[in-house]
Nanobody, 117 residues
Framework: QVQLVESGGGLVQAGGSLRLSCAAS????????MGWYRQAPGKQRELVASMTLGGTANYRDSVKGRFIIARDNAKRTVDLQMNSLNPEDTAVYCC???????????WGKGALVTVSS
């Protein structure tokens, strides 16, 4: 049983930056991939970025060079630093944890990020 709690959403102007944070708690194996998904109005949910336990990051092409994902394995947190935001980044961002031993997926409730032009 894992719980994910996000923080850091909000409103920002185009070109600005925002940091999202996610804290995991509960029965955590420590063998997992953590990351962020987002869903914009009228669009499918998509992977934004993820990071393995060993620190290997994966980004969707549209955020490469702008977003940085980082995780603290000791604190069980994952952050997403979002830079050079544009209106296309507007979405609900959800923290995600894929527990490998159990093959279970856990989701946060989501944080709204709105980028104005």
């Amino acid at each position: 049983q894992v719980q994910l709690v996000e923080s850091g959403g909000g409103l920002v102007q185009a070109g600005g930056s925002l940091r999202l944070s996610c804290a995991a708690s509960g029965s955590i194996s420590g063998l997992d991939v953590m990351g962020w998904y987002r869903q914009a109005p009228g669009k499918q949910r998509e992977l934004v970025a993820s990071m393995t336990l060993g620190g290997t990051a994966n980004y969707r092409d549209s955020v490469k060079g702008r977003f940085i994902i980082a995780r603290d394995n000791a604190k069980r947190t994952v952050d997403l630093q979002m830079n050079s935001l544009n209106p296309e980044d507007t979405a609900v961002y959800c923290c995600h944890l894929h527990d490998l031993p159990s093959d279970r997926h856990y989701w946060g409730k989501g944080a709204l990020v709105t980028v104005s032009s």
